[in-house]
């Protein structure tokens, strides 16, 4: 199963609103989780089952979604989310596979 | 708290042998899944291989199947990576990670290592 993001990148301010997307190349229920990547750093689940916020992870970060179309949305950006954003699915396996993934950086 | 440290990175020319290493602390190491992901440089996240609690399970991705093999030391609570015949292309940053469920093997990670860099170079 591929996933696709959009965009690759975008540039955002503090205090913004961002969504990045992700589509998967056939149905994959819910089975989709979002992960913020910063460089030298451990990767941090943010999402699983498309809208379950994981324990500790802000409010502030939403997924939704299901089949083939899914968000993440960040809702008052803080300096501490600019990063790199990926989606992993889970519905087919092996492989385990993630998008290519988005860098948002500070505008 | 739960930590996963990687070690035994470093640089080794193509065709050689490597093996990594992921100490786990602050939790029941023989209840997880543990993962590895691996991440070259400008490329994205990749999955690499991921074995089962009690370690009689393994799978891998098809870009190291038969050159690499990932096992488990549960009274060490650690997860080894052994990487043989090397090739350019597995240069990277390679994360070990467990799941958030107990006792399967497919689920979210989490929490992840900082990773170890393997550089393959002649």
């Known amino acids: 199963i591929q996933l696709t993001q959009s965009p690759s990148s975008l540039s955002a301010s503090v205090g913004d609103r961002v969504t990045i997307t992700c589509r998967a190349s056939?149905?994959?229920?819910?089975?989709l989780a979002w992960y913020q990547h910063k460089p030298g750093k451990a990767p941090k689940l943010l999402i699983y089952?498309?809208?379950a916020l994981q324990s500790g992870v802000p409010s502030r970060f939403s997924g939704s979604g299901s089949g083939t179309d899914f968000t993440l949305t960040i809702t008052g950006l803080q300096p501490d989310d600019f990063a790199d954003y990926y989606c992993?699915?889970?519905?087919?396996?092996?492989?385990?596979?993630f998008g290519q993934g988005t860098r948002l950086e500070i505008k | 708290q739960v930590q996963l440290m990687e070690s035994g990175g470093g640089v080794v020319q193509p065709g050689k042998s490597l093996r990594l290493s992921c100490a786990a602390s602050?939790?029941?190491?023989?209840?997880?899944?543990m993962n590895w992901v691996r991440q070259a440089p400008g490329k994205g996240l990749e999955w690499v291989a991921a074995i089962s609690p009690n370690g009689k399970n393994d799978f891998y991705a098809d870009s190291v199947k038969g050159r690499f093999t990932i096992s488990r030391d549960n009274a060490k609570s650690t997860v080894y990576l052994q990487m043989n015949s090397l090739r350019l292309d597995d240069t990277a940053v390679y994360h070990c990670?467990?799941?958030?469920?107990?006792?399967?093997?497919?689920?979210?990670?989490?929490?992840w290592g900082p990773g170890t860099q393997v550089t393959v170079s002649s």
């Open positions: 089952a498309a809208s």
């Open positions: 992993q699915q889970l519905k087919s396996h092996p492989p385990v596979t």
């Open positions: 056939q149905d994959i229920g819910v089975y």
């Open positions: 602050g939790f029941s190491f023989g209840s997880y899944a």
């Open positions: 990670a467990t799941v958030i469920s107990v006792l399967v093997v497919w689920n979210w990670f989490d929490p």
